[in-house]
């Protein structure tokens, strides 16, 4: 199957009710993943996408990918991210200039 464009997200009020009752296949990518305008990959179902989107566009969580009304089924990207490390530097700024000398 061949996806050009995101149709809308799950976070939007009208996607939100039409996926209520629908059967939604999750396409699992990682946030590397997410960030590519073109990939093949399967769904959890099993049906192979072949992700071919303009430049610049990049995959967000929920993202519709494909919607059967028919069939009521629809296919959601699912952005798993990784974990982040935070590092806080102002409170470096006021340590005492003596501490970082003395650690060199």
Do not use: C, F
């Not at 009020?13 to 399967?42: I, M």
């Not at 699912?78 to 000398?101: F, I, T, W």
Request: charged fraction near 30%.
């Amino acid at each position: 199957m061949l996806v050009e464009s995101v149709l809308g997200n799950v976070d939007e009020p009208t996607w939100a009710a039409r996926l209520d009752a629908a059967e939604v296949d999750r396409l699992l990518l990682d946030q590397w993943e997410a960030q590519k305008n073109r990939l093949r990959k399967q769904t959890r179902d099993g049906v192979e996408v072949a992700l071919s989107l303009g430049r610049g566009n990049r995959l967000r969580d929920g993202d519709v990918l494909y919607w059967d009304e028919q069939a009521t089924r629809a296919i959601v990207a699912h952005v798993q991210l990784g974990e982040v490390m935070v590092v806080d530097l102002s409170r470096l700024a006021k340590e005492p200039v003596e501490v970082g000398l003395r650690s060199a």
